[in-house]
């Protein structure tokens, strides 16, 4: 089986390695590119939740697609729209401009959700943790390259970033093109409109609470994440540079925790207490940036912070595809990308709007608290399987 995986887990991971790098040029430099064309903190999170909102709206459409026509045509599509997204961003000339390269990227970004179900095509149930694990791999790779990208060429301009980042996810889409293979078979999807299939699935106890966690698990990091470069600008008067290299080395932390502890610490204790882990380190770390005043306390406290997104991230994505059937990991992953969307919609606003209004200090306090909260519900969850898992 093993044999059987290698190279198309290879592929998968080195698709999202190079979109990620692209993506991750974007995230510490769009609060200060938004501010060059007079955008409030607030504007800056509804550019963030812009994207998520359309990517609420589209995910589960394209999870549906993939059920029907296969992963690769779906993934494919998503990286090509944004690029389309970057090009946008590249010659904005206004506010206006900014919200519809969000827009575009969002509604076609189904890239990451696409990804999640193709690694359970080809992985068993017992395996995906640690696939989930590669995954968060090129994700921690892709945010090491890419924050730094961003650092080194914003002493160009900051268009520059948004250049390189388009040319990466052309090379990303190129091959996913030439050299990604199909795992469904059309015999085997579903049928009818694919936003009817949520409450459905919502009727089902296991599925409902993994969502719900989904939720507040997602919420809460992008109330961090997308408060990140605002903060350490505000406490620390950090620019586009500085910004960058803190979040290639929180990206080091996280790409060895996943690709190299995630393994065998699961095997060890299982994904539920993994998960359980890693919201305890995440809300332990993120109180702690939060009260940090120097910049050698601040870097400290991220890596508690660290170690729990790395045994947070892949299990959460594991436990989402035990909640459902093989033939159905399409529709699962869109409703789970789905219900993410709608946290990272929220995270930005609530994490900006309360840092403009209250201060850099509240988004951090917050996400630790409703990290606090997955972790009372997450008692629950029963590492089985499909069904089972509550």
């Not at 599509?77 to 919200?99: E, K, Q, W």
């Not at 791999?137 to 250049?163: D, H, M, R």
């Not at 586009?240 to 932390?253: C, D, R």
């Amino acid at each position: 089986m093993l044999r059987l995986v290698t190279r198309p887990l290879l592929i998968i991971f080195l698709t999202i390695f190079v979109n990620l790098v692209g993506f991750g040029i974007i995230i510490p430099l769009l609060p200060f590119y938004a501010q060059t064309f007079g955008a409030s903190p607030l504007v800056i999170g509804l550019l963030f939740a812009a994207f998520s909102l359309c990517q609420l709206l589209a995910a589960p459409a394209l999870g549906d697609l993939s059920d029907r026509y296969g992963r690769r045509p779906v993934l494919i599509f998503s990286l090509a729209g944004t690029v389309v997204s970057f090009v946008m961003l590249a010659v904005a000339h206004s506010i206006a401009m900014l919200f519809a390269a969000r827009i575009v990227d969002g509604l076609s970004g189904g890239n990451i959700s696409t990804a999640r179900a193709y690694v359970a095509d080809i992985t068993e149930p017992k395996d995906r943790a640690r696939a989930y694990g590669i995954i968060g791999a090129a994700f921690g790779l892709g945010f090491i390259l890419g924050p730094a990208l961003s650092g080194v060429l914003s002493g160009i301009s900051y268009t520059a970033p948004i250049w390189a980042a388009a040319g990466l996810t052309v090379v990303a889409t190129v091959m996913a093109w030439l050299w990604l293979p199909e795992t469904v078979h059309r015999a085997r999807a579903g049928s009818g409109n694919p936003f009817s299939y949520l409450p459905e699935l919502l009727t089902r106890p296991a599925v409902r609470r993994i969502l719900t966690i989904d939720f507040i698990y997602w919420l809460a990091f992008a109330t961090f994440q997308t408060t990140f470069s605002l903060f350490v600008a505000r406490r620390f008067g950090f620019g586009v540079a500085k910004t960058g290299y803190f979040f290639a080395a929180f990206g080091v932390l996280g790409a060895v925790i996943q690709g190299g502890f995630i393994r065998p610490i699961v095997k060890r204790i299982g994904d539920k207490p993994t998960f359980l882990l890693g919201l305890g380190f995440s809300a332990l770390g993120l109180a702690a940036a939060a009260l940090a005043h120097s910049v050698a306390l601040f870097a400290l406290a991220l890596v508690p912070l660290a170690l729990g997104m790395g045994f947070g991230h892949p299990t959460m994505s594991s436990l989402v595809s035990l909640a459902g059937r093989d033939d159905e990991q399409g529709r699962i992953q869109g409703a789970a990308s789905a219900i993410e969307s709608l946290g990272r919609t929220i995270g930005p606003v609530w994490g900006n709007a309360s840092l403009q209004r209250y201060g850099e200090s509240t988004p951090y306090i917050s996400a630790a608290a409703l990290l606090v909260i997955t972790l009372l519900i997450s008692l629950g969850i029963d590492g089985g399987d499909h069904d089972q898992v509550i």
